[in-house]
């Protein structure tokens, strides 16, 4: 379907056949500061082709959802000395090079950055809580489990403007771990997430508003 918005609207990924694969996002990092981290290593992550969610007011919440019936496919991201990561108490969401000033603030962000090596922000893809687990790891949870792709919508089919800010459900997970070092998308072991698909829970198949 419009092969997939155009690989989400950015360049710097590719898609791949996406049948039988999961994200695989484990990436060591670059510190920058005390609160900044370049990512170092290439890495994938499924999304599911069922849908996808339009952010008309700038919120960083979807306030349209435009149903897709896609296969699920996997990007992968080829440039992650783009991204960094940061930390804060009160923290907005970027995008195009502004702050998405309706937006809750977050604890951390993932965005991109047009300079390789720096902590500011373009357009931050994932953003969320963190929760410190008490072994010298976090837990950082996707704000609804959903990737802001870059460059927002492309030329398109449906008649939606070109760069609204645009969202896509991540098929295999809704969390990182973090331990001061590494990124670790937590993506259920293959047997889990064989038993959630016999069982008709898959985690891409979540419902919201």
Same mark, same amino acid.
């Given at each position: 379907? %419009? @092969? /997939?918005?155009?690989?989400? #609207?950015? #360049?710097?990924?590719?898609?791949?056949?996406?049948?039988?694969?999961?994200?695989?996002?484990?990436?060591?990092?670059?510190?920058?500061?005390?609160? !900044?981290?370049?990512?170092?290593?290439?890495?994938?992550?499924?999304?599911?082709?069922?849908?996808?969610? =339009?952010?008309?007011?700038?919120?960083?919440?979807?306030?349209?959802?435009?149903?897709?019936?896609?296969?699920?496919?996997?990007?992968?991201?080829? *440039?992650?000395?783009?991204?960094? =990561?940061? %930390?804060?108490?009160?923290?907005?969401? %970027?995008?195009?090079?502004?702050? =998405?000033? &309706?937006?809750?603030?977050?604890?951390?962000?993932?965005?991109?950055? =047009?300079? $390789?090596? /720096?902590?500011?922000?373009?357009?931050?893809?994932?953003?969320?809580?963190?929760?410190?687990?008490?072994?010298?790891?976090?837990?950082? *949870?996707?704000?609804? &489990?959903?990737?802001? $792709?870059?460059?927002?919508?492309?030329?398109?089919? %449906?008649?939606?403007?070109?760069?609204?800010?645009?969202? !896509?459900?991540?098929? *295999?997970?809704?969390?990182?771990?973090? *331990?001061?070092?590494?990124?670790?998308?937590?993506?259920?072991?293959?047997?889990?997430?064989?038993?959630?698909?016999?069982?008709?829970?898959?985690?891409? @198949? +979540?419902?919201? +508003?």
């Amino acid at each position: 379907m %419009f @092969r /997939t918005l155009q690989v989400l #609207a950015c #360049a710097t990924i590719t898609s791949t056949a996406a049948m039988a694969s999961t994200s695989n996002f484990n990436t060591t990092t670059n510190q920058l500061s005390a609160s !900044a981290y370049q990512l170092v290593d290439e890495f994938e992550i499924l999304y599911s082709g069922e849908n996808f969610y =339009l952010d008309t007011d700038f919120d960083n919440t979807p306030d349209m959802t435009i149903p897709l019936g896609a296969p699920d496919y996997l990007g992968l991201y080829t *440039d992650p000395e783009h991204y960094t =990561l940061d %930390f804060g108490s009160d923290l907005q969401p %970027f995008y195009l090079g502004a702050a =998405l000033g &309706g937006a809750a603030s977050v604890e951390w962000r993932l965005s991109y950055v =047009l300079t $390789p090596g /720096t902590a500011v922000a373009y357009s931050t893809i994932m953003s969320g809580t963190s929760t410190d687990n008490g072994d010298g790891t976090w837990t950082l *949870d996707i704000d609804l &489990g959903l990737e802001w $792709p870059v460059n927002g919508m492309p030329v398109n089919e %449906f008649g939606i403007p070109t760069g609204t800010h645009i969202a !896509a459900e991540i098929a *295999d997970f809704t969390s990182f771990t973090w *331990d001061g070092e590494t990124l670790m998308a937590n993506v259920p072991a293959p047997a889990a997430l064989g038993l959630l698909a016999i069982a008709g829970l898959g985690s891409h @198949r +979540r419902r919201r +508003r």
